[in-house]
């Protein structure tokens, strides 16, 4: 095991640049998980829609970005495994499988792994680059949440993407909007752009 942090190099994410060991990646999964039921915490409700506004997503997108891939994803799935085994840590301290919005949950799942990949390509290092890591792992959120939410409510699919996605659109732009400026931030705080 090294002591000393991992020299920043092309293909790392935040993550890679504290001292490898077991120990580190269980802790940065489990930290994970529990940064997206904290932030899923954040929930308010959207009038017409059964989907509320959290910071969940955010968080997924986040946890992805600086874990990586693998982390990530395992991350995320400790994060659904929890929830659905009864923590009360979805959003607004719900729990358990199904739900309309359960396929965001799921979504975000895919999301970490997509924008943890492009993290590990740079996908994190700069403004541009962020923000279309942001919009494609939300994308992915949205693909398998919308459908979910149909056919989870019996809804039509124009009337899933009216209360699944065009009301959360402002909110995700503004969640772009953060990790466009703390994501590449981190990075020239810490000497690498990458």
Do not use: H
């Not at 509320?52 to 946890?63: M, N």
């Not at 402002?170 to 690498?192: E, I, Q, S, T, V």
């Amino acid at each position: 095991m090294s002591t000393a942090a991992a020299t920043p190099r092309t293909g790392a994410v935040l993550a890679d640049l504290l001292p490898a060991s077991r120990t580190r990646d269980i802790a940065l999964v489990l930290g994970g998980a529990a940064l997206t039921g904290l932030a899923a915490q954040i929930a308010v409700p959207v009038p017409g829609s059964p989907v509320p506004v959290t910071g969940q997503t955010f968080a997924a997108l986040l946890v992805g970005t600086a874990l990586g891939a693998r982390r990530g994803f395992l991350s995320l799935a400790v994060y659904t495994l929890v929830g659905m085994a009864g923590v009360p840590w979805f959003s607004a301290g719900s729990s358990g499988p199904g739900g309309a919005s359960f396929g965001y949950v799921l979504g975000m799942l895919l999301a970490a792994t997509v924008v943890g990949a492009l993290a590990r390509r740079g996908g994190d290092r700069s403004v541009l680059r962020t923000a279309g890591t942001m919009v494609l792992g939300s994308a992915v959120i949205y693909a398998v949440g919308v459908p979910y939410l149909a056919l989870s409510t019996g809804m039509s699919p124009a009337a899933a993407l009216s209360a699944g996605l065009v009301p959360f659109l402002l909110g995700d732009a503004l969640k772009a909007a953060l990790a466009m400026g703390a994501l590449p931030a981190a990075w020239k705080l810490l000497g690498n752009k990458g």
